[in-house]
C-alpha cells in the first residue's frame, strides 16, 4: 500500500513538474505581427485590441504597430517584425502598392502575409485576404440613398448630389465608390441626380489618408463654387471620417434649419462619433462592419496557415492585386442608422450605451 501511495506521489509530482515545465516554455509560442495604418480613427484601435486580444487567448505572442498613416514608418516596423522572426503577418496597408520590397523579404524568411481590410498590390508575396466585402458596402451606401428619396417609387427630384472617394492609395476607396455608383447610375443617366459640379472621377474626389480636414475643405469649396444660390440635397460618402468633415463643412454654411436641412449624407465604420451624428439628425447612415468578426476570422487564418491546415476562404475570384488573385475570406457588411443602431450595437456588446452620450 505504502508503495503504491509512492508511486502515485510521484507520478502526480512529474506530473505537476511536466505542466508547470510546459507553461515555463515561452519560446514555443508563436509570433504574429499585426501592423496597423493609424490610430487616429476610432475603427483601427479597436481593429488592433481584437486582434491583440484574440491572439493572445489563443496562446500566441503578439507584436502590434501603428504607423502614424506613414507607408515608410509601416516598412520599417514590418522590416522590424520580420528581423524578430514572427511567424506570420497581419498588415492593414497604408499605401496598398508601397509593401512590395519588405514582402519580398517575409517571404525569403518563409513569412506568410495575410492582408486586413484593405488589399496589399501589385505583389506576389501576400497569401491571404480577409475584409469585409466592400463592394457590397457602397451599394448599401447607394440603395439607402435610393430608398430614402424614394427613387424606385418614382420620385422625379431633381436631387443635387455630391461624391466623395476613400484615400487614393487604398483600393477598397474604388470598390465603394463602384458599388454605389452602379447603384446609383439609373438615376444618374435619367436626371433624377444631378451633379452639379460634375466631379465623379476618383482623380478629383478621393479624399487623401480619408482625412476628415481633407473632406470639409472639399466640401467647404463645392458649397461656395455650387450650392452658393441651392442646397444639396446628398452627399455620397464612403466612410465615416469623410463624414465627420463633411458635416463640419455644412453646420459651417448654416445646414440644419428648415429652410437648409441636412441632406441625405451616407458613412460607414460606424465610430462613436458618426453614431452620435446619427443620433442627431446630421448623418444619415452608416455601414457597421464588426471589427471583432473581422479579427476571429484572421486568427482562424493564423491558426490553419501554422498548423498546416486548409486555410479558411469564401472567394478565389474578386481580389485580383494587379499580380494574382489573392483568396480571400468575406466578410458581411450592414447597414446601420438611427433605428437599428441599438439592437446591432449596443445589445451585441459593441458599444455601451455610454460610449455613445
Ligand atoms: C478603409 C476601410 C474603411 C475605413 C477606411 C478609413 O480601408 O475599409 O472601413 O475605415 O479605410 O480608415
Known amino acids: 500500500m505504502k508503495k503504491i501511495i509512492v508511486l502515485i506521489l510521484v507520478v502526480a509530482l512529474l506530473a505537476t513538474f511536466g505542466v508547470a515545465c510546459q507553461k515555463d516554455t515561452t519560446s514555443d509560442a508563436k509570433l504574429v505581427g499585426v501592423s496597423m495604418p493609424t490610430k487616429s480613427l476610432q475603427r483601427w484601435n479597436q481593429d488592433g485590441a481584437n486582434m491583440k486580444t484574440q491572439l493572445e487567448a489563443k496562446g500566441y505572442v503578439v507584436d502590434l504597430q501603428y504607423a502614424d498613416n506613414s507607408e515608410e514608418l509601416q516598412v520599417t516596423q514590418l522590416e522590424n517584425m520580420i528581423t524578430k522572426g514572427v511567424d506570420v503577418l497581419v498588415v492593414a496597408s497604408i499605401n496598398g502598392s508601397a509593401l512590395s520590397g519588405v514582402l519580398a523579404d517575409a517571404a525569403k524568411a518563409g513569412i506568410k502575409v495575410i492582408a486586413y481590410d484593405r488589399l496589399i498590390m501589385d505583389t506576389p508575396n501576400v497569401d491571404y485576404y480577409a475584409t469585409f466585402d466592400n463592394y457590397l458596402v457602397g451599394v448599401l451606401q447607394g440603395t439607402f440613398i435610393v430608398d430614402k428619396l424614394g427613387l424606385k417609387t418614382g420620385a422625379k427630384g431633381p436631387f443635387s448630389m455630391e461624391v466623395f472617394g476613400g484615400s487614393p492609395d487604398d483600393n477598397n476607396a474604388y470598390l465603394f465608390n463602384a458599388g454605389a455608383m452602379d447603384t446609383l447610375k439609373p438615376y444618374i443617366d435619367s436626371g433624377v441626380i444631378v451633379i452639379n459640379s460634375g466631379q465623379t472621377d476618383m482623380a478629383q474626389i478621393a479624399i487623401q489618408d480619408w482625412a476628415p480636414a481633407g473632406a470639409q475643405d ?22 465615416d471620417s469623410l463624414a465627420q468633415g463633411i458635416v463640419a463643412s455644412l453646420k459651417s454654411a448654416g445646414y440644419g434649419s428648415a429652410a437648409k436641412p441636412y441632406p441625405v449624407l451616407t458613412g460607414q465604420d460606424c465610430d462613436k462619433t458618426n453614431v452620435k451624428l446619427m443620433i442627431a439628425g446630421e448623418q444619415s447612415m452608416s455601414v457597421f462592419k464588426d471589427t471583432r468578426t473581422l479579427a476571429a476570422q484572421v ?14 476562404v469564401n472567394d478565389t475570384e474578386s481580389y485580383n492585386n494587379n499580380v494574382k488573385v489573392v483568396p480571400s475570406f468575406l466578410c458581411e457588411p450592414v447597414f446601420a442608422d438611427v433605428n437599428n443602431y441599438k439592437t446591432l450595437l449596443i445589445d451585441s456588446g459593441y458599444y455601451t450605451e455610454a460610449d455613445l452620450k
Not at 486568427?299 to 479558411?312: E, F, K, Q, R, S
Open 299 to 312: 486568427v482562424d487564418m493564423v491558426d490553419a496557415i501554422l498548423a498546416g491546415t486548409t486555410v479558411p
Open 218 to 239: 472639399r466640401m467647404d469649396n463645392l458649397l461656395t463654387a455650387f450650392y452658393a444660390d441651392k442646397n444639396i440635397d446628398i452627399v455620397l460618402s464612403p466612410n
